[in-house]
């Protein structure tokens, strides 16, 4: 029997959850009073997202949209919603641990970007962070977080904390929920 590759661990496996600090921007649901107008990732798909269509899917039951804020302007946001793993895309060794269902039912990550004057101050990470954990705290069940890099230094990013390829994709990434419940919580 060929022996399973053994996963490196996680880098996420290895986060402490820091204590927030008086400086961090805190997390929480958009709302009307959130300023956009000024957000600027440097990816801009992503600022336009938020700016003109992140309102609409909100109220249309399509994504649920979490902004972390500075004074009430919006410096970096993240977006869930529900999906589905085909279970053909996951690696063997995983598969064979699920029964036969053609698909899973996972949660996407659409959209997550950092406001420019934000960026290389952790704040990415916090607002991952608390994307899975607020993944992992859902009454729905969820095999696994999805994403979807929009390059390849989106994807390396996530790579960093565990995401895996899906299929045949490299930019299509997932990370079991099994992985995230053992994340040490705060
Ligand atoms: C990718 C992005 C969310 C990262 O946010 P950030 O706040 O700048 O990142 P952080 O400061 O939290 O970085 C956390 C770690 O990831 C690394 N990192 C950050 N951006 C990275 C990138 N593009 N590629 C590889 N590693 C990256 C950091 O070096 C840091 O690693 P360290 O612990 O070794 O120091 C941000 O750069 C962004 O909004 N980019 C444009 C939109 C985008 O690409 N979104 C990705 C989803 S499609």
Redesign the pocket.
Known sequence: MPRTRRRSRPRCLLLRRRVLGPADPPIEALARGHDRSSFN???EE?DRYLKEQASQDLRRHLAAIFVAHDAGRVVGYYSLSATAIELNDLPGDLARRLPHYPQVPATLLG????DGS????????RLLIDALFRSLASELASYAVV?????E??A??YR?YGFMPLGQSQRRMFLPMATVARLPHA
């Open positions: 990732s440097g990816a992503l959209r997550l970007a950092v934000w960026q290389g101050r952790r704040l990415g990470e994403v979807d890099a929009r390059d230094a989106a390396r990013f960093r």
